[in-house]
């Protein structure tokens, strides 16, 4: 009888040392989220103040408007493969792009000023970028603004011209006299070790009114700042 059960021991230890392994795996897993969520809020942060800045020319604002959705590459009846292709020859000059100064002094200058950045963007970045813009999703509401915000769906208001179907479609400017616009931000790529990201936005303030930006950022000294901003359209 003894002999017909040895086995079970054995068979019981490794059942723990697997549940035990999923456990932990799962654990840093959570951790691994919470991690990325918090540096995409605080990245949130950052863009957003940059682009409510007075140096970027927008009109004052005492409300921040924002699409409570995240802004995507992903077009009508295309794949997520079809998106990242397309947005990453879009991409392709900010990849390990070279600096305009790139002496050996100028490289040591950047390292001592400016904690090692040599203005390009890390590949990992993109591929996180790409993988995320092509995807849908909620945006975050736990990023702190200086500013009351309201989160909205972006096709429920028009600026200019009245829409053929007006159905509980608003007038944004009648419904949000202290905002001038409305603020797309996309999810937030980030580099293995989350110092590095890339994230898009965009300001919509009517027909003929707006701009796209993409923005990189660096984490340094344990706080995110805005390293680089390319236009990608403006009307």
């Known amino acids: 009888m003894s002999r017909r059960h040895s086995w079970i021991a054995p068979v019981a230890c490794a059942a723990i040392a697997i549940t035990l392994l999923f456990w932990f795996y ?35 604002m005492h409300q921040l408007v924002f699409d409570d959705t995240v802004q995507t590459g992903l077009m009508s ?25 790139n002496s050996l002094a100028d490289k040591i200058y950047r390292v001592l000023t400016r904690g090692g950045d040599d203005g390009g963007l890390r590949a990992d970045t993109v591929q996180d970028f790409l993988t995320k813009f092509c995807t849908e999703g909620p945006l975050s509401r736990t990023f702190h603004t200086d500013f009351p915000r309201v989160f909205i769906d972006s096709g429920s208001v028009f600026f200019d011209i009245v829409p053929t179907n007006s159905s509980g479609v608003k007038d944004f400017r009648q419904t949000f006299s202290e905002s001038s616009g409305v603020i797309s931000l996309s999810h937030v790529g980030f580099s293995s070790t989350l110092h590095e990201a890339l994230v898009s936005s965009s300001f919509v303030c009517g027909g003929l009114c707006g701009t796209g930006r993409l923005y990189i950022l660096k984490k340094k000294w344990g706080r995110w700042e805005v390293t680089g901003i390319s236009i990608v359209w403006i009307s």
């Open 77 to 101: 009846g295309a794949d997520a493969k079809t998106c990242e292709e397309r947005v990453r020859k879009q991409l392709r000059l900010l990849e390990n792009s070279t600096p305009p100064f």
């Open 26 to 60: 799962l654990s840093r897993y959570r951790a691994d989220q919470r991690a990325v969520t918090s540096a995409q809020d605080e990245v949130y942060e950052a863009v957003v103040r940059d682009m409510v800045s007075p140096t970027n020319g927008q009109a004052e």
